[in-house]
């Protein structure tokens, strides 16, 4: 452990591998891989759970996915469960992406897509062409154009990110009118479209329609690298703007690539789950705990996101069976308690 | 070759390490052979009528300056005469209103900030690391503008970390979190940072300030150290006794003009002293240096500005 021990003359930074495949040189992070590994046996812990839950034996479900068994097992997994297990995965991953990718461009932990109100933009949007006014548009593409309204809102306003505390505030202030009107727009429909609208408010992942889920993989596609690219230069941005400048981030193309990536993925997530706001909060959380507070931890978050969510899903789907709990209820009540316990338990930075 | 350098991050490691950890090194320039000989590599430093401001407030008003190569240039002056101004526009923190800073005689403007980033390291005022950041971890960032996403760590790398935290005496602190420093400690460890960026030029806002004597000291002879190695130095620095002490080059500045420059024995006068601080003293000479010092001040500003 003392620094006089003899160091090779290529050796890594201390924690990470030094991988070199095929004339490159790529830097992995010890902890955070077997973070990752951690998050990905769980995912596949929790989704074996799910989807055999109930009724389904393991082995059968096993074989069902294979395509072997009884029409009613093979519909219920293949046209329920699976559907809605993918659409839990990659909405989780689209959130935690995006709490983590948030919280690094405003410098605060608070700094979410779900406080920030890119949520409730989405939300709005979504809401006033199911209630409001009727248009021939997708949910997905009504939520990106809120969810974009509420972020270059709350960026151009609130100081162009680089005041992470006057970001927040204004965010939360364009969030909280977002709100009121998706609820002005309910209170004054009728019942039945306000019924077909509910969903958006509260988060669910029951009967999403295969299109939006679809539109969520792929722009996840897209984002996913790109969001692990910039994550060079979003390390930085944790020190000071003359800081950044100083080690050659180009600062204000950094801080516009990362939030158009927020949006993105937050819109098209919350088109199929609703705004399930408290996952880009606590995802992000998570990861950095497991990976110890270095870095951005862009994958494990996303890997958390998509473990929180088929969670609160599962738990939410058989707890009251056959009453159903919306996602967004579950996740509200055991990571609000979670999150409040990782924050309080931390003695010191960098204990963990 | 030469005599290796003491704080080259090129050279290999010299001999047996003088002891560490204490503070007790102002007497470490005495028994390192300083070879008097041109850098590895240099770069120049210039603004021509360059005109800073924040909103609608100018600072800095078409000021044309040459930084001396391989010395350490002071910029002193009262508070808000725009010397840190002038380090932000020099260091492309702040972008010009007008006219233009010159690096290697091209426009700092044009150029990508990546490359500027390994010809230039700046310490603002003030710099905070994120939580729990180890020393060692904070000097790695000093090599971000030569990572690539294709070449993320080379051995060159590893060695210049090594160099750095080697010629700033931080090797027993390399795993210890920066919050858990002293101030001087935390202040090496942000200079080992720029080392390791391994550039010609350093730009240092109030390197000392929020310091005691010793940290005070300690940190003024690296900056000293560092300089003998051919690094071009420019610091903001309040204190005009250390700036006349350690600096080749003063830059004084006053409602953001300069109007006095030069050598420190030469430019520092009693009149210089009243001009820009409204202080009326006695100027002697130290022992020694021949720096000046400042005795019997006497304030006699009624004005505000």
Redesign the interface.
């Known amino acids: 452990?003392?620094?006089?021990a003899p160091?090779s003359?290529?050796?890594?930074?201390?924690g990470?591998w030094?991988l070199r495949p095929a004339g490159?040189?790529?830097?992995v992070h010890r902890r955070g891989a077997w973070a990752g590994l951690l998050l990905t046996a769980m995912i596949l812990a929790i989704a074996t759970g799910s989807l055999s839950s109930g009724t389904i034996p393991l082995a059968e479900t096993v074989a069902a996915l294979a395509g072997i068994g009884d029409p009613v097992t093979l519909f219920m997994l293949h046209e329920l469960r699976v559907p809605r297990l993918v659409a839990g995965l990659l909405s989780g991953a689209a959130l935690g992406v995006g709490g983590c990718l948030l919280q690094t461009l405003a410098r605060n932990r608070l700094a979410t897509p779900g406080i920030i109100g890119i949520d409730d933009g989405a939300t709005a949007f979504a809401v006033a062409s199911i209630v409001a006014i009727p248009t021939s548009l997708a949910p997905p593409m009504l939520a990106l154009m809120g969810a974009a309204t509420a972020a270059a809102l709350a960026f151009g306003l609130g100081g162009g990110g680089s005041r992470g505390y006057r970001f927040i505030v204004v965010g939360i202030a364009i969030g909280a009118l977002f709100g009121a009107i998706t609820n002005f727009m309910l209170a004054r429909t009728d019942i039945d479209a306000a019924n077909l609208a509910y969903p958006w408010t509260v988060g669910s992942l029951n009967a999403r329609s295969a299109t939006t889920v679809a539109t969520l993989a792929a722009c996840l596609a897209v984002c996913l690298p790109i969001a692990k690219?910039l994550g060079?230069d979003l390390?930085?941005l944790?020190?000071?703007?003359?800081?950044a400048?100083?080690?050659?981030?180009?600062l204000r193309r950094t801080r516009i690539a990362i939030l158009i990536v927020t949006v993105f993925v937050t819109a098209t997530a919350v088109a199929v789950a609703g705004p399930v706001g408290l996952v880009s909060l606590a995802a992000p959380e998570i990861a950095r705990h497991l990976t110890g507070?270095?870095g951005v931890p862009v994958i494990n978050s996303a890997l958390a996101g998509a473990m929180l969510m088929i969670a609160a899903d599962w738990v939410g789907r058989t707890a009251f069976a056959p009453v159903e709990i919306p996602v967004g209820v579950i996740t509200a009540v055991v990571g609000g308690p979670y999150l409040l316990w990782i924050l309080l338990r931390e003695p010191r930075?960098?204990?963990g | 070759m030469t005599t290796p350098h003491a704080l080259c991050v090129r050279c290999p490691p010299r001999g047996p390490q003088p002891p560490s950890g204490g503070r007790a090194k102002a007497d470490m320039t005495h028994n390192i052979p300083m070879p008097a000989q041109a850098p590895a590599k240099s770069s120049t430093l210039q603004t021509r009528e360059l005109t800073l401001g924040y909103g609608e407030r100018t600072i800095v008003d078409r000021l044309t300056v040459q930084i001396p190569e391989a010395r350490i240039t002071a910029i002193v002056g009262p508070n808000g005469c725009g010397k840190s101004t002038l380090l932000?526009g020099m260091?492309?923190?702040l972008s010009p209103r007008a006219g233009t800073v010159l690096l290697d005689g091209r426009d700092i403007a044009g150029m990508p900030?990546?490359?500027?980033?390994?010809k230039?390291?700046?310490?603002?005022q003030?710099?905070?690391?994120?939580?729990?950041?180890t020393v060692?971890?904070l000097i790695?960032?000093?090599r971000?503008?030569y990572?690539g996403?294709?070449?993320?760590?080379?051995?060159q790398d590893?060695?210049i970390?090594?160099a750095a935290?080697r010629a700033t005496q931080l090797?027993?602190?390399?795993?210890r979190?920066l919050?858990s420093l002293s101030g001087g400690q935390r202040q090496r460890a942000w200079i080992a940072m720029t080392v390791a960026?391994d550039t010609p030029l350093l730009l240092l806002d109030e390197p000392t300030s929020a310091l005691d004597l010793g940290h005070q000291i300690e940190v003024l002879e690296l900056i000293r150290e560092l300089s003998r190695q051919g690094k071009t130095i420019i610091m903001v620095i309040h204190d005009l006794a250390s700036a006349c002490r350690y600096a080749d080059h003063i830059i004084a500045m006053r409602d953001g003009e300069i109007i006095a420059e030069g050598d420190p024995a030469g430019v520092v006068t009693e009149e210089l002293v009243e001009k820009l601080y409204g202080v009326r003293c006695t100027l002697l000479r130290e022992p020694g240096t021949g720096a000046p010092l400042i005795v019997n001040p006497v304030s006699i500003r009624h004005d505000t500005d």
């Open positions: 452990m003392s620094a006089t160091a003359a290529n050796d890594a930074p201390r990470y030094c490159l040189t790529l830097l690219m060079r390390q930085l944790r020190f000071s703007d003359a800081i400048i100083g080690l050659g981030t180009r507070h270095r930075p960098g204990g | 932000a260091a492309r923190i900030t990546r490359e500027v980033a390994r230039l390291a700046l310490l603002p003030d710099a905070t690391a994120p939580d729990g950041l060692e971890e790695q960032f000093g971000q503008p990572r996403l294709m070449r993320q760590w080379s051995p590893a060695a970390v090594r935290l090797e027993p602190l390399a795993e979190p919050d960026q």
